[in-house]
Nanobody
Framework: QVQLVESGGGLVQAGGSLRLSCAASRLTFSSYAMGWFRQAPGKEREFVATISRNGGSLYYADSVKGRFTISRDNAKNTMYLQMNSLKPEDTAVYYC????????????????WGQGTQVTVSS
């Protein structure tokens, strides 16, 4: 069974940084586009960033552009999200997701999901 496991969440002050990781197992990682999504209490799940299979194509939500960086290491079956200049509105549960072949910004297009990691940014 495919597993995606996020880690790296936590509590940070506004302006701080966190690095999330998503470790994948039991799938051919390099065959999957990957994405990060987040969901705050009472809100819908929203797109954060996506990365193509070889890492050559990146796409970000406007709300995180210039502050977050998505990357992947196919040799380690791991994806990352470097989050800088964090704001209180970034507070959410962050999920990683895998989609066969192509990237997509819609959460419902993804095949596999992690359990999520909490990110809390205090003001």
């Amino acid at each position: 069974q495919v597993q995606l496991v996020e880690s790296g969440g936590g509590l940070v002050q506004a302006g701080g940084s966190l690095r999330l990781s998503c470790a994948a197992s039991r799938l051919t990682f390099s065959s999957y586009a990957m994405g990060w999504f987040r969901q705050a209490p009472g809100k819908e799940r929203e797109f954060v960033a996506t990365i193509s299979r070889n890492g050559g194509s990146l796409y970000y939500a406007d709300s995180v552009k210039g502050r977050f960086t998505i990357s992947r290491d196919n040799a380690k079956n791991t994806m990352y999200l470097q989050m800088n200049s964090l704001k209180p509105e970034d507070t959410a549960v962050y999920y990683c997701a895998a989609r066969k072949i192509r990237s997509d910004i819609n959460w419902y297009a993804y095949d596999y999901w992690g359990q999520g990691t909490q990110v809390t940014v205090s003001s």
